[in-house]
């Protein structure tokens, strides 16, 4: 059953229910999760003086926490800065429709700043793209970057509050969803 969205909420509403606590949703987690992990670009989609803007990024995943590697001053980190609430696809591209499988997720983005989450943002990224490693210097070289809030490189964290799995091998238009309180 398709969502109904309250565009001045953030919050789905739903006559069909999330998938609630138990071996269920676990199962729908861990498959999200793999998804996850088995896929590498993303779709970011923002909005900036009234008008939509999508960009493709490469992201790793920590959990359900999305890092991609961007820049302040182009078009969508322009828009994340100025309003955070993003939307997020990731798929394949099908010849059939009957195959399509893939994630739409919509929460908050970020640019990440304490050296900390730096650090674990840096690790994550580069466990999945080790060839990334000469591009993105250290996490010391990135982290002065933050510092004097330059226009290069820089890591972006989005903070899924609602994941939807798509997954039309299993029926036209079928998908479940999961909401996630984690506000980070």
Request: hydrophobic share 40%; charged share 20%; proline share 9%.
């Amino acid at each position: 059953m398709p969502v109904l969205r309250n565009p001045a909420s953030p919050e789905p509403v739903t006559s069909e229910a999330p998938a609630p606590p138990g071996p269920e949703r676990d199962a729908l987690v861990a498959e999200v999760q793999a998804y996850l992990k088995s896929h590498h670009v993303m779709t970011v989609a923002t909005v900036g003086d009234g008008l939509p803007q999508a960009a493709d990024v490469f992201y790793a995943s920590d959990g359900f926490t999305l890092y991609f590697v961007s820049g302040p001053s182009t078009r969508h980190g322009a828009n994340i800065a100025r309003q955070p609430q993003v939307a997020v696809t990731i798929h394949e591209d099908y010849d059939d429709w009957r195959q399509i499988q893939g994630l739409q997720i919509e929460g908050p983005a970020r640019l990440v700043s304490s050296k900390l989450e730096l650090v674990k943002a840096m690790a994550v990224y580069l466990a999945k793209y080790p060839w990334a490693r000469p591009f993105l210097a250290s996490p010391a070289a990135i982290s002065a970057q933050v510092a004097r809030k330059t226009s290069g490189i820089r890591f972006y964290k989005v903070s899924p509050h609602w994941v939807r799995f798509v997954d039309n091998s299993k029926g036209f238009g079928h998908h479940e969803e999961l909401i996630l309180a984690h506000p980070s």
